[in-house]
């Protein structure tokens, strides 16, 4: 191909596309695109450190930090501090969390096969491919 970079904003674009679907689909449900990446991980282990979250997700401490402020003000967190450590601040996610998590899975289950059901396997193995392979390659 001549121009690489068109290969990128092709990728840029079909990943924004992808997120303001998860965004409008989410929204429906007043839920917000930005707990996506922290209640993964929450529903997966309680008592998760804030530290590990940043780890995880691979965002800034402050984005941690304030996403889970806001999620603590709706009721879909609980922050609690350590018992040996006063330094380090546990989070668990609430019942109402734990339903977030579900329907932010079943949500973007709905969206991803609307995108992906009209290709074959063969050409989803395809693209998995190749987008493991460009992952790999540029890290």
Known sequence: ???????????????????????????????????????????????????????????KPPTVSTTLRVMEHHGYVERVGDDNDARIIRVNLTEKGRKANEQMRTATTKLDTRFFSVYSDEELEQL????NIFIERTK
């Not at 068109?6 to 695109?33: D, F, G, Y």
């Not at 998995?128 to 987008?131: F, K, T, V």
């Open 1 to 59: 191909m001549d121009n690489p970079t068109k290969v990128a904003e092709l990728i840029a674009k079909l990943s924004k596309l992808h997120e303001n679907c998860v965004r409008e689909e989410l929204a429906k449900q007043s839920l917000r695109v930005s707990y996506r990446s922290l209640l993964s991980p929450l529903a997966d282990k309680d008592g998760v450190t804030q530290l590990d979250l940043v780890r995880i997700t691979g965002l």
């Open 128 to 131: 998995y491919s190749l987008l």
